[in-house]
């Protein structure tokens, strides 16, 4: 399934396989949007599949942000494929309960 970042009322939803054939396009989107606004939200609840390359640039994102004193704020908990792989790979550290 192809991969699609939608805008839903300020929340970037990630929609479709965040696969290693798809990874630019949310490194990119994602990195442009840390490079110009102090805030960001990712929502991973319409992701389909994950892997281990979109396992490396979420923690990338999650470390750009963290470096530039950015808010990055990541749903998708419920998500339960998600969720375990994040977990299963010791990233689930990212996810925020407070937005």
Partial sequence: MELEINNVRGRMEVVGDFTSE???KVKDHFNYLLDHYEEVVMCLKKVKKID?????????IYAK??????VLFVLG???KKVFMTLK??????????DY
Avoid: M, Y
């Fill in 77 to 79: 908990k419920k998500n």
């Fill in 52 to 60: 281990k390359k979109a396992l490396q640039v979420l923690q990338g």
């Fill in 22 to 24: 798809n990874v630019h």
């Fill in 88 to 97: 299963s790979n010791k990233l689930n550290h990212i996810f925020r309960n």
């Fill in 65 to 70: 942000a963290q470096r530039r004193k950015k």
